[in-house]
T-cell receptor
Framework: DADVTQTPRNRITKTGKRIMLECSQT?????MYWYRQDPGLGLRLIYY???????NKGEISDGYSVSRQAQAKFSLSLESAIPNQTALYFC????????????FGEGSRLTVL | KNEVEQSPQNLTAQEGEFITINCSYS?????LHWLQQHPGGGIVSLFM???GKKKHGRLIATINIQEKHSSLHITASHPRDSAVYIC??????????????FGKGTHLIIQP
């Protein structure tokens, strides 16, 4: 089983719908991140959390929210999806003692029509 | 601004060829990462290095801090090496909250 699991892996939705992407990890890491990947662009940080109840905005947080329900779970929500949020989303974790190395999930491909 | 530049953007080669992917950056860094993203999306960390050279199997990563440049080499390339290779730098100052700035990736195709 993967150490970092994302669900759903693929989702097609309509403009205005609320969408939640979930991430769970078995690595026991404190730090969790949500990234967005668009064709021709590098990964961009949406939100990050260094502990339960710790939530911080990243580079492109507008239109998104997150919840860190437990050390192992970090959810990303799109309250009212719009077409330019169509992208590949990645969850990642890192260890407090070795913050350099990131462990990524398999990605969630979201299409907003 | 684009603090991390990768070249080439796309590379197609024949099986067995020696592959080199380059990464240049413009600011001071504390570490550099090479990541691999296979078709289907998953991203795997290949190397994290702050000086010198690291080797894992057929993959070799080097970094020259003075020249602000890193290379990823693949020896005896194989079709299963086909993937997007991403360079990311951990900036000494600034950068995202995770301190990382990502390149746009190099799309490598190895033909049988």
């Amino acid at each position: 089983d993967a150490d970092v699991t994302q669900t759903p892996r693929n989702r097609i939705t309509k403009t205005g719908k609320r969408i939640m992407l979930e991430c769970s990890q078995t690595k026991g890491h404190d730090r969790m991140y949500w990234y967005r990947q668009d064709p021709g662009l590098g990964l961009r940080l949406i939100y990050y959390s260094f502990d339960v109840k710790d939530i911080n905005k990243g580079e492109i947080s507008d239109g998104y929210s997150v919840s860190r329900q437990a050390q192992a779970k970090f959810s990303l929500s799109l309250e009212s999806a719009i077409p330019n949020q169509t992208a590949l989303y990645f969850c990642a974790t890192s260890d407090l003692d070795s913050p350099g190395e990131l462990f990524f999930g398999e990605g969630s491909r979201l299409t907003v029509l | 601004k684009n603090e991390v530049e990768q070249s080439p953007q796309n590379l197609t080669a024949q099986e067995g060829e020696f592959i080199t992917i380059n990464c240049s950056y413009s600011v001071g860094i504390s570490a550099l990462h090479w990541l691999q993203q296979h078709p289907g999306g998953g991203i795997v960390s290949l190397f994290m290095l702050s000086s010198g050279k690291k080797k894992h199997g057929r993959l070799i990563a080097t970094i020259n801090i003075q020249e602000k440049h890193s290379s990823l080499h693949i020896t005896a390339s194989h079709p299963r090496d086909s993937a997007v290779y991403i360079c990311a730098v951990r900036l000494v100052t600034g950068g995202g909250a995770d301190g990382l700035t990502f390149g746009k990736g190099t799309h490598l195709i190895i033909q049988p």
